[in-house]
Structure formats: structure tokens, C-alpha cells
């Protein structure tokens, strides 16, 4: 039904100009991936955003937002919304909280930009950006800068979370896309970018290939692992974890390895007590599942 209203749309609103504009077709997606305690294996496939984007761009519109404050602000700008096809992805689950009404307005009107209140570059050059998508990739985002600053303070870390998928094509393949000169300025042209993406990591790959800093992008995603397990432990299956990010940070800043292997070490001890602390209660540790921006 997606794909034919997609089509209708494109011929109606685009090619015959006495229709009247009429009201977008908002889908709300709320049973995603991470949070199938129950169903397991058999439901977790986030593709469909992957057939959204298959479709023409001035027809639709992709939002993740990370908390609740974006997706009032989401829902309110695609309720309004005449011609498209919006689809919007947020779980079902409580969520932290992350910005006031204000800042989730201005988000959500850029669709990208970088989190100060989380970064550690403080308008400087970063040696890493940690970038994310998705209300479930960006609190394991969080939580990983949260372990980096505090075992590695040195490191400038800069957070950059996207709330509007299609802002990450090119401005001439999409209306929301950014221009080369703001893309380079969010994600550098020559450092390392870890991106945390709610779905399959190829489409971050596939909207982004023509950008300068390409080939420096490294996208942890869903890749086709669960079960019926804990919230926390689909994201270690599919090392989208804050410990896997950590380690990915480590691993790809030029010179970091060397003198962070201790910090290594404990990451790779965090995920063995996860493993065995759920296969004996059947629950995620209380640090991973109470935890908040301490900041």
C-alpha cells in the first residue's frame, strides 16, 4: 500500500497541477528492532525504512528522533505536512530525555547537527565523530562518549545526531540534503566517523558514498542477529553496544591503540559480565539498564 500511494503521489501532486494539495501519509513505526523482547528473530527486520528511500526524494521524508521532545516536534511538522510520505521511527518504550521543547524544535527544523552538551571537542578540530540515528543507537551513543570521557578525558569527541535521514544525501538528490561545505563541517573531511544507525548499516553507506569523508565512515547497525533476549544484549548481538563503539573509537583514531589497550581490556571484561550477569537473571545489569546522562 506504501509503494502505490508513493507512486499515486508522485504522479498526482507533481504532474498534474490543478489537484489540490492533500493531507501526507504519516507511518508511524513503534515495533522496531531493538525492543522485541518477545517475538524474537522472526520480527526484527528494520528494512522497511530501505524501501522508503527506494522512492522519489521530493515525496518522502525519514525521521528518527532520539527522545520524546523530537517526536512531538516530528509529528507536529508532518501532521502539517501536505503531499509526502512521512515515516517516522520511535519505540513504544520509556526513553531518556535529552532536549527541552526549544532545542527539539531547532533539531528537528535542521534535521542534523552536533550535540555540544554531549561533545568534548569544545569547537575544536575532533579526533573522532561519534554520530547517530534512531532513539535506541543514540542512548548507546551516549552512553559510549560517557565511558570515553571518562577513561580517555583527553580525547575530543564530537556528537552529531541526525533526526531527518535524508539530511545525509546530497542537497541534488534530495531537498533536505546537506550541501557539501555543511556536511564537511559536521563530520570533518579526513576523521574517523563512527555512526550508530537504527537499521541496516548499507543505506548509511548508500546515502553518504558521494561525500568527502566516505571512506572514513564506519556505520554499526542491525545485521541480522537476535533472538528473544534482553533489550541491552540485541544491541551487543549486533555490537551496536556502547562497549563496541567505544572499542570502534579506539581502535580508529591514529595512534589511540596503543595507549588505550588497558581501556580495551575492561570493555571486553563489561561485555563478559553482561553475558553471564543475563544468563543467570535474565535481565540487563542495573548500570546498563538505569543508566542516564550523567552530565
Not at 189 to 201: L, M, S
Not at 206 to 226: A, D, F, I, Q, S
Not at 269 to 290: A, F, S, V
Amino acid at each position: 500500500m506504501f509503494n502505490q500511494h508513493a507512486k499515486w503521489l508522485k504522479v498526482t501532486s507533481k504532474e498534474i497541477p490543478w489537484r489540490r494539495p492533500i493531507a501526507s501519509l504519516n507511518y508511524l513505526l513503534t515495533s522496531h528492532v531493538w525492543r522485541q523482547d518477545h517475538n524474537g528473530f522472526s520480527h526484527q527486520d528494520p528494512g522497511f525504512i530501505d524501501h522508503v528511500v527506494n522512492k522519489k526524494a521530493d515525496i518522502i521524508r525519514v525521521y528518527l528522533p532520539p527522545d520524546a521532545n523530537t517526536l512531538l516536534a516530528v509529528t507536529e511538522r508532518c501532521l502539517r505536512s501536505r503531499n509526502f510520505v512521512n515515516v517516522i521511527v520511535a519505540g513504544k518504550q520509556p526513553a531518556l530525555q535529552y532536549l527541552d521543547m526549544r532545542g527539539a524544535v531547532r533539531h528537528v527544523a535542521g534535521g542534523i547537527g552536533i550535540w555540544d552538551w554531549a561533545s568534548t571537542d569544545e569547537g575544536r578540530e575532533p579526533d573522532v565523530v561519534m554520530a547517530c540515528a534512531g532513539d535506541v543507537p543514540t542512548l548507546e551513543t551516549l552512553a559510549a562518549v560517557d565511558l570515553l570521557r571518562q577513561t580517555l578525558p583527553q580525547l575530543r569527541i564530537r556528537v552529531v545526531n541526525v533526526v531527518d535521514l535524508m539530511t545525509l544525501q546530497p542537497a541534488e538528490e534530495h531537498p533536505h540534503g546537506l550541501p557539501d561545505p555543511d556536511f564537511d563541517a559536521l563530520f570533518t573531511t579526513d576523521k574517523p566517523i563512527i555512526f550508530a544507525y537504527h537499521g541496516y548499516p548499507w543505506l548509511i553507506h548508500r546515502l553518504t558514498y558521494r561525500r568527502t569523508n566516505h571512506r572514513n565512515l564506519h556505520v554499526r547497525g542491525y545485521k541480522e542477529e537476535g533472538t528473544t533476549t534482553t533489550p541491552f544484549d540485541m544491541t551487543v548481538l549486533n555490537d551496536l553496544d556502547r562497549f563496541h563503539l567505544a572499542q570502534d573509537v579506539i581502535r580508529r583514531v591514529p595512534g589511540l591503540a596503543e595507549r588505550a589497550a588497558h581501556v580495551v581490556q575492561k570493555l571486553r571484561d563489561r561485555l563478559t559480565d553482561h553475558r553471564q550477569y543475563i544468563e543467570t537473571h535474565g535481565e540487563d545489569m542495573p548500570e546498563i539498564r538505569d543508566w542516564k546522562w550523567p552530565y
